[in-house]
C-alpha cells in the first residue's frame, strides 16, 4: 500500500532545513502550521480533572461534548439546528481526512475531487481507498466525493457563500458527499468564511454535507488531537458505526478538554489576535522584501511569490535562516509560490521581520 502514496513533502526539506538552522541567531520555522502557544489554563485544567478515567472512552463523545460542539457552531459560526447525532469527535482532523473514504465505503470505483491547491491528505486519503483523485476547482465530471476548503490551506483564499452554494448544488445534482475542511473558520482577516453548513449555503439541509473542525489551531491543541465533524445526520452515524467496530475514539481526558476549548471563546479570541499581529508583520515584511501575497484573507499561511520557482526561493530564505514550504506540496499550480506559516513565536517573528527587510 505504501508504495502508491507520495513521498512525505516535508522530508524534501531536509537540506534547506539545515541551511536554516546553520544561522548565526538560528532558524524561523515557518514551514509547517504547527501551533507555537500555552494552552490555556481552563483547558488544562479539564484534562487534569478527566484523568483518571480507566473505562474506555466513547466513540460517540460524551453528552457534554456533543452539547459543546453543537453550541459552539452555532455561538461562533451560525450554524444551527445540529441534532446530537449530527456531530462526533475524532482523533485530530487530519486522521478523519485520510480515512474518510474508506469509512464511507469508497473505492476504486470512485473518484474524490480535491481543490487545485490542496492539503497534501486529501489525496492520500483517496488512495488509501483505492480511489481516483482529479483535481478541480470546478468539476464537471461526476464523482464520489467533493473536497472544499475554506479558508483554504494553502492560500488562504476564501469562497464566498453564493459560490458554496453552487458547489453544493453540483454535488446534490450527481449524488456526490461533500466534506468542507473548516479547520480555519475562525481565523478570517479580510474576508469573514462561512460554513457549508451555514443556512446563507444549504438553507438549513445538511444531506449530503460533512464539516469538519479542528481544535488544533484557534486553541492549540495539536497535541491533544482534538477535532469532530459535523453535519448530515446519516452520514455521521454511518461513520459512528465504523469507527466503533474499528476502534477510533477520542480519549476521555481528551473530550474533557475539548469542552472546556469549545466552552470558552475568551482562549480563542486571544490567540486569533496573537496571529494577527503575527500576520500584520510577515505581510509587511515580505512585500517590503519584493513578494507579492496572493489571497490570503484568512487562515494561518501567507502565499508568497516573488516570480521565481518556488524551491528557489526556498533555498534563498533559507540562507535567511527562514524556513517556508514550497507551493509544489500542494498541486502543481502552487509551483512558483511558497507557503509562510504564521506559527512561530513573537520573537521568531520578529526574528524573521528583521532578516527579510535587511539590506
Not at 193 to 209: E, I, K, Q, R, T
Amino acid at each position: 500500500m505504501s508504495a502508491s502514496l507520495p513521498v512525505f513533502p516535508w522530508d524534501t526539506l531536509a537540506e534547506a532545513a539545515a541551511t536554516a538552522r546553520a544561522h548565526p541567531d538560528g532558524i524561523v520555522d515557518l514551514s509547517v502550521g504547527t501551533p507555537v502557544d500555552a494552552v490555556a489554563p481552563v483547558i488544562r485544567a479539564a484534562l487534569a480533572a478527566a484523568g483518571d478515567q480507566p473505562g474506555y472512552p466513547t466513540t460517540a463523545g460524551t453528552a457534554a461534548l456533543r452539547d459543546a460542539m453543537r453550541t459552539a457552531l452555532a455561538r461562533r459560526y451560525g450554524v444551527t439546528d445540529l441534532p446530537e447525532s449530527a456531530v462526533l469527535p475524532v482523533i485530530g482532523s487530519k486522521e478523519l481526512i485520510a480515512w474518510l473514504p474508506t469509512l464511507l465505503g469508497f473505492g476504486a470505483t470512485d473518484t474524490v475531487v480535491v481543490p487545485e491547491l490542496a492539503y497534501p491528505t486529501y489525496e492520500v486519503g483517496a488512495r488509501l481507498a483505492g480511489s481516483a483523485v482529479l483535481r478541480a476547482d470546478a468539476p464537471g465530471t461526476p464523482a464520489a466525493l467533493l473536497y472544499l476548503n475554506s479558508p483554504s490551506n494553502p492560500t488562504g483564499r476564501v469562497l464566498e457563500a453564493a459560490r458554496l452554494r453552487e458547489l453544493v448544488g453540483w454535488a446534490r445534482d450527481c449524488g456526490a458527499v461533500v466534506v468542507s475542511d473548516e479547520c480555519y473558520l475562525g481565523l478570517g482577516w479580510d474576508r469573514e468564511p462561512v460554513s457549508v453548513l451555514h443556512p446563507a449555503v444549504s438553507d438549513g439541509d445538511h444531506a449530503g454535507l460533512l464539516a469538519v473542525h479542528s481544535l488544533s489551531k484557534t486553541s492549540s491543541l495539536a497535541g491533544y488531537r482534538a477535532g469532530f465533524v459535523a453535519g448530515d445526520p446519516a452520514l455521521v452515524t454511518e461513520l459512528l458505526a465504523v469507527r466503533r467496530h474499528a476502534g477510533m475514539m477520542v480519549p476521555t481526558p481528551v473530550q474533557a478538554a475539548m469542552v472546556a476549548a469549545l466552552d470558552d471563546d475568551e482562549h480563542e479570541r486571544a490567540q486569533r489576535q496573537r496571529y494577527a499581529r503575527r500576520r500584520a508583520a510577515l505581510l509587511g515584511a515580505l512585500r517590503a522584501a519584493g513578494f507579492t501575497v496572493d489571497h490570503s484573507e484568512a487562515g494561518l499561511y501567507l502565499w508568497a511569490t516573488r516570480g521565481e520557482p518556488g524551491r528557489t526561493t526556498v533555498d534563498g530564505l533559507a540562507d535567511r535562516g527562514i524556513l517556508v514550504a514550497p507551493g509544489e506540496f500542494y498541486g502543481p499550480d502552487g509551483t512558483n509560490h511558497v507557503r509562510v506559516a504564521l506559527t512561530a513565536t513573537d520573537e521568531r517573528i520578529d526574528a524573521a521581520v528583521t532578516r527579510l527587510t535587511a539590506r
